[in-house]
T-cell receptor
């Protein structure tokens, strides 16, 4: 049963703490992405990775960090430098990172609340 | 600067009628367009896409139309069903680039 998993569904953290959101895929996709959704906003790209051991900043990378050590995994760390971390975070993947097959498939999301 | 715009935040339609969701884009490099459907607190699901070499693509009740000269695309849902009630996102990309640019979404409400 292939897909993208994100855990946990809901996450609470105190202000000033770093937190890492997990994203795992078993679709054998090369590319993975992290988005943030806020009320009334579309999906905004945080970071993306077209291949293992490589990643690029998206439109709103400040205050976030990622790693891509394995093809299946693309964890996102929300650091204390992120000014408004409370949001719904979505992970996605696509078959290739070269832009020939651009459909992205999304995980169920993680709702992060910083208190 | 919004490159993909969905100017209607919401749309209400009666069951059985046609739903038309609109999307405009400004970047002439975009050549591939996608529609996603999203329920609250869930990830978006891919609905349908269209390449710039076509002006129409159909999949069951869903049809996407592309007008390149106007930089405009629309998603038609016929007939609309209550289960279609969700937020619909338009997205665009360029050949050779794997990233997508999303609009802000249109919330569709289909009433029985």
């Amino acid at each position: 049963d292939g897909g993208i998993t994100q855990s946990p569904k809901y996450l609470f953290r105190k202000e000033g703490q770093n937190v890492t959101l997990s994203c795992e895929q078993n679709l054998n996709h090369d590319a993975m992405y992290w988005y943030r959704q806020d009320p009334g906003q579309g999906l905004r790209l945080i970071y993306y990775s077209q291949i293992v051991n490589d990643f690029q900043k998206g439109d709103i990378a400040e205050g976030y960090s990622v790693s891509r050590e394995k093809k299946e995994s693309f964890p996102l760390t929300v650091t204390s430098a992120q000014k408004n971390p409370t949001a719904f975070y979505l992970c996605a993947s696509s078959i290739d990172g070269q832009g020939f097959y651009n459909e992205q498939f999304f995980g169920p999301g993680t709702r992060l609340t910083v208190l | 600067d919004q490159q993909v715009k969905q100017n209607s935040p919401s749309l209400s339609v009666q069951e059985g009628r046609i739903s038309i969701l609109n999307c405009d884009y400004t970047n002439s490099m975009f050549d591939y367009f996608l529609w996603y459907k999203k329920y609250p607190a869930e990830g978006p699901t891919f609905l349908i896409s269209i390449s710039s070499i076509k002006d129409k693509n159909e999949d069951g009740r869903f049809t996407v139309f592309l007008n390149k000269s106007a930089k405009h695309l629309s998603l038609h849902i016929v007939p609309s069903q209550p289960g279609d009630s969700a937020v619909y996102f338009c997205a665009a990309s360029s050949q050779g680039y794997s990233t997508l640019t999303f609009g802000k979404g249109t919330m569709l409400l289909v009433s029985p």
